[in-house]
Structures are given as structure tokens and as C-alpha cells.
């Protein structure tokens, strides 16, 4: 399995970057974070989704299943989130991409594609928080699937 995070904006040295890396580098799988960027400024909220959108699709592999973080998502617990990510490997998913838009949210274009909208519930989180609750809940994915002790119910 490999998991990609593709994320819009950059994370700085801090805090939040050294959890998003220790619960990636527990994962026995392939992982890698992608950030992307809009130099252009545009000149609206549609217009800064909609090129944000353009290279958050570019980012992700063929054949990956795509999960969105969008707060009109689908809020699962941890076991059913586990349960997506183990149906994903049954039915041969290598790959599972998880795109974090910017401060205005994704572009319609990227929900229509997505396997799964996610919610972190109805509170609004900052996009760096959001990056190690994503993290953490993959690894906790992973080790409610092995059956490792890390969670607990």
C-alpha cells in the first residue's frame, strides 16, 4: 500500500511537521506528503479553487483511490474509517490519495471525483492540524487492520 497526502500549502519545521512525520514513518507502508502551491494570484475564491484544483488532480496517481477532506464529508469513527482502507487493499487498491484543499475548501471538480468525502466532524480545524489528525487516523487505520494494540476501544 502507499499513501499520499497532497495538501495545499506548506507546512514549516515545527511541531506539526515532526507528528505528521513520526506517525508516517510507523506505517509499514510507502508514504509520501505533496504540497502544492499557487503562485498566481487569483482574483476570487472560485478562481483560486479551481487552480488549486488543477494541480491537487496532478498530484494524484492514476489508479488511486481518492479521499477528500471536506467538512461536508462523511464523518466515520476510527473503526469504520479502518474499514474503508482495508476495503480499499481487498479490492486492489495500491494507492490511496488524500487531498486537503486551501482556506476555501475544494473545488467541485475534485469532490466529483472523490471515493470518499471525510469529515473530522463539524468543527472548523486549521489545514497544518488537519494534516496530523489525518496522519494519525492513517496509522490508527493500520494498526486497528493488524490488529495492533495501539487502539483501543
Request: glycine share 8%; no cysteine.
Amino acid at each position: 500500500m502507499h499513501i499520499s497526502i497532497i495538501a495545499v500549502g506548506r507546512m514549516q519545521r515545527g511541531p506539526e511537521h515532526t507528528l505528521v512525520s513520526d506517525y508516517l514513518k510507523r506505517l509499514p507502508w510507502k508514504h509520501s506528503v505533496i504540497e502544492v502551491d499557487i503562485r498566481k494570484q487569483a482574483s476570487n475564491a472560485a478562481e483560486r479553487k479551481a487552480l488549486e484544483a488543477q494541480k491537487l488532480m496532478a498530484a494524484v496517481p492514476d489508479g488511486a483511490a481518492l479521499i477528500v477532506l471536506d467538512e461536508g464529508g462523511k464523518a466515520l469513527n476510527s473503526r469504520g474509517f479502518a474499514q474503508k482502507v482495508d476495503d480499499w487493499q481487498s479490492t486492489g487498491y495500491s494507492h490511496l490519495a488524500f487531498v486537503i484543499g486551501g482556506a476555501d475548501g475544494l473545488d467541485q471538480s475534485v469532490l466529483a471525483k472523490a471515493h470518499l468525502k471525510l469529515a473530522f466532524g463539524s468543527l472548523t480545524w486549521p489545514h497544518m492540524m488537519v494534516r496530523v489528525m489525518l496522519a494519525e487516523q492513517i496509522y490508527r487505520a493500520w494498526s486497528i487492520n493488524a490488529g495492533h494494540p495501539y487502539h483501543r476501544d
